[in-house]
T-cell receptor, first 112, second 117 residues
């Protein structure tokens, strides 16, 4: 496979556990946030987004939490499955500039 | 969502040569973006390519090194010129799905994996 995630922080969990991936974003003016999942050899895949006027948004098995006070974003994955193993990136945007800035990423390893 | 394809999917090139990467989208989109992902790293925006205007480059990227074409609303190319081993990366095409809202999902192609010897 490719070397995506080779030097990234790693979160190891057991299948069935809940996973929490954290991200500290840099720009207090950012008002839109996206989580992406990148599997080896593939491009980033959109998971869930959240606007700055919200502090929580839920999808299928995933929840994103936003804390603007401390510029922190988290992705919670319920009942983690081996297929969730990938590198996860948060991305932020100031919608006045249309530029999406990516965080450093976290590799999630799910053991059966 | 938009379906994005890139050609080539990977290539191995010699130092000093140039490679043109193609990005095709299955629907018309206003905003297209090119990113670079160096080994083990996150994604860095190279430039924004909107149809009908010159590409806008980010700090550290210049048109002579990364010329971009955007001939229509479904296609773009990125050329990596005069390549060196430091250009070895994954190059990703991305599109914004709505020209009317800034809160729009941004989708990515599968990437082009470039190795320069």
């Amino acid at each position: 496979g490719e070397s995506v995630g080779l030097h990234l922080p790693t979160l190891s969990v057991q299948e069935g556990d809940n996973s929490i991936i954290n991200c500290a974003y840099s720009n207090s003016a950012s008002d839109y946030f996206i989580w992406y999942k990148q599997e080896s050899g593939k491009g980033p895949q959109f998971i869930i987004d959240i606007r700055s006027n919200m502090d929580k948004r839920q999808g299928q098995r995933v929840t994103v939490l936003l804390n603007k006070t401390v510029k922190h974003l988290s992705l919670q994955i319920a009942a983690t499955q081996p297929g969730d193993s990938a590198v996860y990136f948060c991305a932020e945007k100031n919608t006045g500039f249309q530029k999406l800035v990516f965080g450093t990423g976290t590799r999630l390893l799910v053991s059966p | 969502s938009a379906v994005i394809s890139q050609k080539p999917s990977r290539d191995i090139c010699q130092r000093g040569t140039s490679l043109t990467i193609q990005c095709q989208v299955d629907s018309q989109v206003t905003m297209m973006f090119w990113y670079r992902q160096q080994p083990g790293q996150s994604l860095t925006l190279i430039a924004t390519a909107n149809q009908g205007s010159e590409a806008t480059y980010e700090s550290g990227f210049v048109i002579d090194k990364f010329p971009i074409s955007r001939p229509n609303l479904t296609f773009s190319t990125l050329t990596v010129s005069n390549m060196s081993p430091e250009d070895s990366s994954i190059y990703l095409c991305s599109v914004g799905t709505s020209q009317w809202s800034s809160y729009n999902e941004q989708f990515f192609g599968p990437g082009t994996r470039l190795t320069v010897l």
